[in-house]
């Protein structure tokens, strides 16, 4: 598959397929062309699917691996420092390429190196995972995330290449595959709620191990979404900010529970609160409301209480009081400016802003949340009763 994606004035060419590494290598070194060196930013993790692409290019370019732990705590402006650092000791130059191949937070901090690195240098996205492959590599912004909050320092740079082999999203942990799949859920709820028979087939096909037959399908929901909204508004300023939706409880969440809460996961979990919040305040009716349960539970998160009780509220608060869309809509201190739906597909807007983006007490997205964490899926609770009794 072959899509061009308009990212930030520039057709990007988006190229994907299933058992399809070794033609991958090929692109990317031929995208490469006549860099002097490679910057190979990696995944320790994904070393078996990286170390053909690594071949490939290592045939007729020099290359330069770097290989990260990708955690959250990891995604600092030190570790784009280091890799900088590291660079420029190994002779890169700004004719050189950026390759970033893993998953959301590789891509971010091999997107910011490549912008920040002599002022820009090329950059390829290889992503790994569902978020990145579907989601996060479809944008300019590259960010990573400082003390206060996440992603609150970075800039906008487009790639000059995307490409994945979707068999390599299949060696994603179950449990992982099937929460980073929020991002998707998301775009459904937010963007293109006529797509809901075709997410809740492909994620059925994910619980029953048939991921080869629905991974296409989640790649059309991610990237047709976007495209539209990235065509008109590039730097996700404006009306794209709706692809923020669940993500400011999903970020504090994230960052709160130290790692232990991976992103789609707690993007699943900000959904239903950003739910919640817009049905109390007289705008998603239940039906819609219920709609976020019904396919969020297809996700088949572990337990909400177990998950989100364990997160110490104080910090939770502290983080949404620094939220990245902190400054577009004046908000009063105790307020955090967040997307809301008022039906499925439908999202608020505040004023003549041209926002998407509504103010909300920190208390209300706080009681939203407690009721999030009592919620137990119906086809599930069976389960978890019979288990606690044996």
Known sequence: MKQQIPLDGHDVPYMCGIDCADSVAELVA????????????????????????????????????????????????????????????R???????????GGGMVGNVAGLTAALLFRGTRLIHLPTTPV????????????????????????????SLIACDLRWLETVPPEQLRTGLSEMVKNVLAVIPEQWDTLMHALAA?????????????????????????????????????????????HALELASRGAMKHGEAVAWGMLVAAEVSHRLGFLTGEDLRSHYRIIDRLELPPARARIGAID??????????????????????????????SLGNPLVTGGSGYPLVPVRRGTLMSALHTVTEHIPEERSARWKKSSLS
């Open 91 to 101: 002779g890169v130059t700004r004719g050189s390429v950026v390759v970033g191949m």
């Open 313 to 342: 509220p104080m910090a939770l608060e502290a983080l949404l009081s620094t939220d990245n869309k902190r400054g577009y809509l004046r908000c009063a201190d105790d307020e955090v400016a967040m997307v809301l739906l008022q």
């Open 30 to 89: 031929a995208s490469a062309g006549a860099a002097d060196s490679v910057l190979f930013v990696m995944d320790g993790a994904v070393a078996s699917h990286a170390a053909p692409v690594i071949s490939r290019l290592s045939e007729h370019l020099r290359t330069e691996t770097v290989q990260v732990v990708a955690t959250e705590s990891n995604k600092t402006l030190s570790l784009v420092g280091d890799i900088a650092e590291f660079a420029v000791s």
């Open 206 to 250: 994910v619980s029953e191990g048939r991921t080869t037959e629905a991974l296409p399908h989640l790649f059309d929901i991610g990237v047709t979404a976007k495209v539209p909204f990235l065509g008109r508004d590039p730097r996700e300023r404006k009306e794209a900010l709706v692809f923020e939706y669940g993500h400011t409880m999903g």
């Open 132 to 159: 990145a492959a579907f989601d996060s590599v479809v944008s300019v912004k590259q960010a990573v995330n400082l003390r206060g909050g996440k992603n609150l320092s970075g800039t906008y740079y487009a790639p």
